[in-house]
């Protein structure tokens, strides 16, 4: 019997996850590519399209139609705009679509992709940050498999095959701590982007290495697991490994503990996630435990903690909170990034948004800000543009 190719669209392709999904489909077989979408480096869109000439691109940012026009080749269609990610799964007819835009630009893209019924990678933790309320029902109705890429999540995912799901007591999700894991609370108020982007274990793109800095990553990863495995907050615990050799633990009701362990290398869940359910071989070297010496943890404290706590806070309230914590995220960090506030404000501008909105919303009791049945994409697009605008404002003049 002939197996046809399954083809693979990669919304993110220019990034970190995107460029190492298109190395994993340069060691793998059995699969093509149709579409590769990115924000506005054309330059590497086009080297990628040279090479893989797939059936669609996108570029989001409209001025780089004129210079990647010329450069794509025969039979390879060019869309730009806002709305060209979204068409891009539709065109390019996918099997299965790497979600690995950063920030909430994925969540369109992710949710026309579900409405193909390709079977979805998920890099993209805003999207369940933002929406996970319309994103899950929405894949469950598709009848979507939405298979995590981010490592911890991956980890959670293969550990939980070890029982049943009503097996499971709780999960533990492990965090390097960051690049400024070992700075004072007084220190890392001040560090430079350099300081910050300086990741001990990974290496990534910018905002989610500015996040792991901040354990505002860790604050996503803890509410996309309650989206994804349908877990309370009292169920998803987070502790600090500096090693990233183990990436998640599971609990189960009679006391055993699985855990997930590989060196920190993105390709491994990428892989995974392309090929499951088979597990791929992979010719990478194994892990010696005996060189690594000691795998160590620590709880989380201090301002570290005091960031995690809002994952909790937003699972709790529910409605638009996660959209609203997410942009302030985002454009805390893009603020820092560009020089205009100090490492230290990043957390505190996000609470105070986040403060905001529940004071807000809470004594009007909108029943649309609170009630999960009741939310809609218009209201967490809504509440995504206020908190931007909270953000500007917050920021110095
Ligand atoms: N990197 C990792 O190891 C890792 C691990 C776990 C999870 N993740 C998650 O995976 C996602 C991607 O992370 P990354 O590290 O790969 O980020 P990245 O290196 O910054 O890449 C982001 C990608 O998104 C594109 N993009 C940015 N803004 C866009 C927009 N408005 N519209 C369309 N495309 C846009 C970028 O295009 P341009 O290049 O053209 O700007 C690029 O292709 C994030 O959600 C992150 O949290 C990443």
């Known amino acids: 019997m002939i197996r046809l190719a399954k083809r693979v669209a990669i919304l993110g392709s220019t990034g970190s996850i995107g460029s190492q999904t298109l190395d994993v489909l340069d060691e793998s077989s059995g699969f093509s590519v149709c579409g590769l979408g990115a924000g506005r480096n054309w330059e590497t869109l086009a080297d990628q399209a040279k090479q893989y000439s797939p059936a669609v691109v996108a570029i989001a940012d409209p001025q780089a139609e004129s210079q990647l026009a010329g450069q794509l080749p025969a039979g390879t269609e060019l869309l730009t705009g806002p709305e060209a990610m979204c068409e891009l799964v539709r065109k390019s007819a996918p099997d299965i679509v790497v979600s690995a835009v950063v920030g909430a630009a994925g969540l369109a893209p992710t949710l026309a992709a579900i409405e193909t019924g390709a079977t979805i990678a ?29 490592s911890e999540h991956a980890g959670i995912f293969q550990c939980m095959m070890s029982g049943k799901r009503s097996e499971v007591r709780r999960v533990i999700i492990t965090s390097s701590g960051g690049a400024l894991r070992d700075w004072s609370d007084e220190q ?65 009701c009679d006391g055993s503990v699985m855990a997930q362990l590989a060196k920190p290398d993105m390709k491994l869940p990428i892989a995974y996630a392309l090929q499951y359910p088979d597990r791929p071989a992979r010719n990478v070297a194994p892990l010696n435990l005996a060189d690594i010496g000691s795998l160590t943890f620590k709880p989380v404290t201090g301002r570290n903690a005091r960031a995690v706590n809002l994952a909790y806070e ?31 404000k990043i957390v505190d501008f996000v609470e105070t948004t986040l403060k905001k909105w529940l004071d807000e919303h809470s004594h009007a009791r909108k029943k649309a800000d609170f009630s999960e049945e009741s ?23």
Not at 123 to 150: F, R, S, Y
Not at 325 to 343: D, P, S
């Open 375 to 397: 939310v809609t994409l218009p209201d967490l697009l809504a509440a995504d543009a206020w908190a931007r605008q909270q953000v500007l404002a917050l920021m110095p003049q």
């Open 188 to 252: 890392a108020a001040t560090a430079t982007a350099a300081d910050a982007l300086n990741h001990p274990t990974w290496e990534m793109g910018r905002k989610i290495t500015i996040d792991s800095a901040t354990l505002m990553n860790k604050v996503l990863e803890v509410i996309e697991a309650h989206w994804l495995f349908d877990l309370s907050p009292e169920q998803i615990e987070v502790v600090i490994h500096p090693q990233s050799i183990i990436h998640a633990l599971v609990e189960f």
């Open 122 to 150: 998920l890099a993209n933790k805003e999207t369940l940050v933002c929406a996970g309320q319309i994103v899950m029902p929405a894949a469950h109705a598709a009848g979507v498999d939405l298979l995590p890429v981010d």
């Open 314 to 344: 937003i699972i709790r309230h529910g409605g638009a909170c996660g959209a609203v914590l997410n942009a302030a995220n985002e454009a805390a960090v893009e603020a820092f990034l560009t020089g205009r506030i100090k490492f230290g």
